[in-house]
């Protein structure tokens, strides 16, 4: 009996166009270990939406194909077409976690067979996705789907900021975007863990959203001192280390400025290689395209700015790191880590045009799920 | 007896303005284990000239002060004051090596007296600089001040690269601003040690100075296809860290996205994340003040951009590294760390403004001495 079933695709073509559409898959040899789960919740996260639809021009959607298998296009503006030229004539399965029922499985893995599970490795806007048994996170009772489909990208990587501070030697951190759904976490991490967490958002509705949940740092980096306040929080809570999901424009450099600013203050003479203190600003996201534009001669000799990306952080953290991390997550499922979602959305509607760009909006508190046994 | 003489002073002032002069010292107390060095030789290294003349604009120079006492007075840009505005009201010595003849010391360094030093630390603009006797480095029969005077700056730094990126399982590196001193030092050191350069430089002359000293790979970056260059260069080497000198602008940038290029064209499947090779960019220099510009999108997530200062790789390399490193400067001074000098001058043709104009172009192959005894 072959199981078949719909599976989202992004593709980039050498006309300049990125292309989405839902492809049929069969599910036919499964390894002993391997087993089928049947996909009904994954989250679309601002991560998701970097391979959905890359650097393309949202705007310029048509709509091809039939209404059962529509297909939309996408112009991608020729100056950001060089970003994505390694990804032309690549079809990419998206969806980076998700969550289901197992539905088939190997020979070694029959008992699997009706068990919940959440899953990460992409693919998972789908009907269906295959999966090593070892890769699936059976979900305990009272774990709803929902709940199981988002276990991993945004509580690993904010349990992940934390610990690589930690590591590293920082006892403050400055988050942007600070409103997001990781940043909510991030929030109530850092309150529970007693680490100072300066928050910058971008307006006043995200500055009550964090102060509603007990944030004591919120920046608006709209106000027009903003950079005053900057220096301000930083100086009063040390922080050296800032992570960035913006990436373009000059925020991170007035975020490294502010804490070479606070080094300096503290410093008893003046030294022309600035302060001590080492500044380190990981970015972990693309929120704005252009380039990132350092002002480096304001931050002294004694910093870093570099990527950040979940899966070499778990690599680099090792299995007991892991292990505790993810423990966490499923202890605080229902209050540190809960995901509020804003729509449930079946997988033929995320090709939707409208409903696309609801949800590409990235709008602070809103947040989409795909439940392909909606449609 | 006290012993007196000149200092060269640079103060920055809240007038936008910058001013160097030389002011009389005194130098009267000495500690037990503290000598007083007759500055025979001190070099004008471009790290020098930061501190000298800051962001100033040297076309703005005017002279007052005396024949005998001159004072040069610049125009700092407006929007460069920020950088320096730490320095406000601070006084600072310059020269950050040098050396001489021992001509006093305290009581228990007295057999110091008559033997040549070298000397690191800033403040060796001067007709006297005292120093403890363990910061000094005394000279080997048959090497003269003019040689001694440049023992750490340019061939602790050209080793110290090398160092940083074995340290960091980097097998081969690029280098800009190539034709430097410094530039010629990390050639043939590199050369000699085996691991692959990629030398950057601005001409034609730097490149057919370079080749000279058996330079295999010198790029101009002003070829019109210095960029796809650049990829081949870094492709055929597997360079993944680079030492930078220039830090404005976006030639950083380039060096780190044709890194990431070469590294994805190894790659056998593609991956939005881009390749799993680390890159690294270090800047230890500004030849061009403007902020640097990064791609970002172009690095993949494995990369990061940092700062690199010659005092804290000391410090983190240790005592054994670092004697390691020393005794192969003194070993090959007169062949890898050989320093080729244009022209020597006095201390206060230091403060000529057209000696001055001439010292600070930074040309190719150009590089000033001071002897304070000359004047």
């Keep these: 009996m072959a199981l078949t079933g719909r599976e989202l695709r992004s593709s ?18 499964m390894a002993p270990d391997e087993i089928v789960v049947r996909v009904e919740a994954a989250p679309i996260n601002p991560s998701d939406l970097g391979l959905l639809l890359g650097p393309a021009d949202v705007a310029s959607v048509r ?23 390694a990804r032309i004539g690549v079809s990419s399965a998206v969806g980076n976690e998700g969550a289901g029922t197992v539905v088939a499985a190997g020979e070694d ?24 048994t070892r890769e699936a996170l059976a979900l305990p009772d009272g774990v709803t789907v929902a709940q199981g489909a988002a276990l991993t990208v945004n509580p690993m990587t904010a349990l992940g900021f934390v610990e690589t501070a930690r590591a590293e030697g920082h006892t403050a951190i400055v988050h942007t975007a600070a409103a997001s759904s990781l940043g909510q976490m991030l929030q109530k991490i850092c309150a529970s ?5 300066v928050n910058i958002v971008r307006s006043a509705e995200q500055v009550d959203l964090l102060r509603g949940i007990g944030a004591a740092h919120v920046l608006n ?19 050296t280390v800032a992570f960035d999901a913006i990436g373009g424009g000059t925020l991170g450099s007035d975020i490294m400025r502010a804490m070479e600013r606070g080094a300096v203050s503290r410093m008893k ?25 350092l002002d480096r001669l304001a931050f002294g000799f004694q910093w870093s700015v570099s990527g950040w990306l979940l899966t070499p952080f778990l690599q680099k953290a090792g299995a007991e790191t892991v292990a505790r991390l993810r423990k966490r ?47």
């Excluded at 980039?12 to 040899?29: I, N, P």
């Excluded at 863990?193 to 967490?197: A, I, M, N, Q, S």
Aim: charged share 25%; aromatic share 8%; hydrophobic share 35%.
């Design 63 to 85: 709509t091809e194909g039939t209404s059962e298998r529509p297909l939309l296009v996408f112009d991608i503006p020729a100056p950001r077409r060089a970003s994505v030229a």
């Design 329 to 375: 997550v499923f202890d605080e499922l229902t209050t540190t880590f809960a995901t509020h979602y804003t729509r449930t959305i079946g997988l033929g509607e995320a090709l939707d045009p409208q409903l696309l760009r609801a949800y590409e909006r990235k709008a602070t508190g809103e947040k989409y799920l795909i439940n392909p046994t909606q449609d």
């Design 193 to 197: 863990d007693g680490v100072p967490l």
């Design 109 to 132: 893995a029959m008992d699997w067979i009706g068990r919940r599970v959440g899953m990460v490795g992409g693919g998972m806007y789908a009907d269906l996705r295959k999966i090593r």
């Design 12 to 29: 980039v073509h050498d006309d300049g166009t990125l292309r989405l559409m839902l492809e049929d898959v069969v599910m036919d040899v």
């Design 269 to 293: 003479e003046y030294s022309r290689y600035g302060s001590n203190s080492f500044k380190q600003l990981y970015t972990y996201g693309a929120l704005d395209l252009s380039p990132m534009v």
């Design 221 to 239: 980096s709209r106000d027009p001192d903003f950079r005053s306040q900057l220096v301000e929080a930083i100086s009063e809570t040390g922080a």
